[in-house]
């Protein structure tokens, strides 16, 4: 046997070895899926056939491990991106990679009304029950059903309109302090924490200025790190790799403890357990250390969307003061009626919820697009890819067109759309009413909106607005539901 015939002998056995070795790893770490996906970008049409000319994959979107910064630290710009390429083909959806998975944007209208099929999950792809334990957003079955009948008697617009003089009193006390602040969306941050706490946490009213503020602070340090997308990309990595990809990233379990040791200390004590109110139904009926996740989780949906949207509404005022001079001329009917409309404009320009994500649990196409389990979706609301002006005066005129749907879907759609929006609205209502018929509005700073922690919309920076008083004209009683 010659020597050239040994070594090319020899070689192919290494390269044999070394294949097989390849594979062993690969199963060993559960890669599997990894190098399909390698595959599938790199060969687009080899495997499964993907592509077509109804469907776009983003390449340059592609953030395979949660490794584009761009991706980690804007999402919603770079998903209004992706959602306008998406817009313009036949199928309404582009593709882009997620880890070792494919997700898809759309904003049609009808995907987003598909978004409680049984195919898709929130909780698959929003997992907030393993950081703050289970709560109605992350439950599923039986415990979101028991967690969802004892919610609705508390947020009916029964139960809301009965607790409409008590939220007032406490705006009416809180607006006195307007002309002294820095940072608008913090004072609305803080003024519906005390607005929750008092209606729905039964916490001790006399106890609402020690506890609300810092409270406030803590659930956007935490939401902000629990909803970072590396969090979400770590969930996607076989455990092997995560240390050595995601080191900076935190534990579930340690945030959990974190989050509840944080309530029994400064929360807990303050709730009048004697009260009938909400949080004491849920600790009634699961026991204070289950009940925690939907102590923290109902602060986590509501505090941040609804102050961020009475932000915005007051913001796109100061800069409409023509508009704002037509409502504050308003009789006290007419008043009501234009506020109203005003609230639906807010919620067409800024929906609450811009964004709904769902992950795949069970195969499905899609407009001929197949998705498999681990895929997720994500639905922006086509008010988003808009150029709208602000125009509250549209919902006077009762037009019908498809730019009524996204304001009507600014909470989520079908039974997992959020219990409290009619208390958002209410809260939205109760405190625009009281600042804008008491104040003039002035605002030099130029906004944009962008994604918090939680996936609602919030102002970019801090908001410096001025406030001056006006003649006076409190009404008598808060406005109509």
């Known amino acids: 046997m010659s020597r050239q015939y040994e070594n090319t002998e020899t070689n192919t056995t290494a390269m044999l070895a070394l294949f097989l070795l390849g594979c062993a790893t690969v199963y060993q770490l559960n890669l599997t899926r990894y190098v399909i996906r390698f595959f599938q970008l790199v060969l687009p049409s080899a495997i499964t056939g993907f592509r077509s000319e109804n469907h776009l994959h983003v390449r340059g979107s592609s953030a395979f491990l949660g490794s584009i910064p761009e991706f980690k630290e804007d999402l919603l710009n770079r998903l209004l991106q992706i959602g306008h390429l998406a ?8 593709s882009l990679c997620l880890g070792p998975d494919f997700a898809v944007v759309t904003t049609k209208d009808e995907h987003i009304r598909q978004s409680s099929r049984p195919e898709l999950s929130r909780n698959a792809a929003f997992p907030l029950g393993d950081f703050i334990g289970l709560n109605t957003f992350s439950a599923t079955g039986e415990a979101w059903s028991k967690r969802h009948a004892l919610e609705i008697p508390y947020l009916s617009i029964a139960a809301i309109r009965s607790k409409a003089d008590d939220m007032n ?100 004590p303050h709730i009048d357990r004697a ?27 509501s505090v941040d969307s609804t102050a961020s949207t009475i932000s915005f509404l007051l913001y796109e005022l100061s800069k409409h003061p023509d508009i704002l001079a037509r409502l504050q001329n308003k009789t006290e009917d007419d008043f009501d009626q234009y506020l109203n409309a005003i609230v639906k404009e807010i919620l067409l320009l800024y929906p609450a919820f811009p964004i709904e994500v769902r992950g795949v649990v069970k195969p ?118």
């Not at 817009?87 to 582009?94: E, F, R, V």
């Not at 935490?222 to 240390?243: D, Q, V, W």
């Not at 150029?387 to 600014?410: G, I, K, Q, V």
């Not at 759609?413 to 003039?440: E, F, M, S, T, W």
């Open 87 to 94: 817009k313009k083909q036949p199928s309404g959806i582009a």
């Open 169 to 268: 009193a406490i705006i009416v006390r809180e607006c006195r302090r307007l002309e002294n602040i820095h940072d608008l969306n913090e004072f609305m941050h803080t003024l519906v924490m005390k607005i929750i706490l008092d209606s729905f946490y039964a916490v001790d009213p006399s106890k609402l200025d020690e506890i609300a503020s810092p409270l406030a602070k803590f659930l956007k340090e935490i939401t902000a790190e629990i909803i970072s997308f590396p969090n979400m990309a770590k969930r996607r990595t076989p455990e092997p790799l995560r240390g050595f990809l995601y080191p900076e990233i935190c534990a579930p379990d340690a945030v959990k403890k974190r989050a509840h040791d944080f309530l029994k200390i400064n929360l807990l």
């Open 275 to 301: 009260e009938d109110s909400m949080m004491n139904a849920l600790m009634g009926e699961f026991g204070v250390e289950e009940a925690l996740g939907d102590v923290f989780g109902i602060l986590f949906a």
């Open 364 to 481: 499905f196409v899609l407009e001929g697009f197949p998705l498999k389990e681990g895929d997720t979706c994500f639905m922006l609301n086509p008010s988003l890819l808009e150029s709208y002006t602000f125009d509250p005066e549209r919902w006077l005129r009762h037009e019908r067109s498809s730019a009524m749907f996204p304001a009507m879907n600014a909470f989520g759609q079908g039974p997992r759309a959020c219990n409290g929006q009619d208390l958002a609205k209410q809260v939205i209502r109760l405190v625009a009413a009281q600042i804008l018929k008491n104040y003039r509005l002035e605002c030099s700073d130029t906004i944009k909106p962008t994604l918090n922690g939680g996936g609602s919309l919030k102002p970019d920076r801090a908001i410096s607005m001025r406030f001056y008083t006006q003649g006076k004209r409190m009404f008598k009683s808060p406005p109509a539901f």
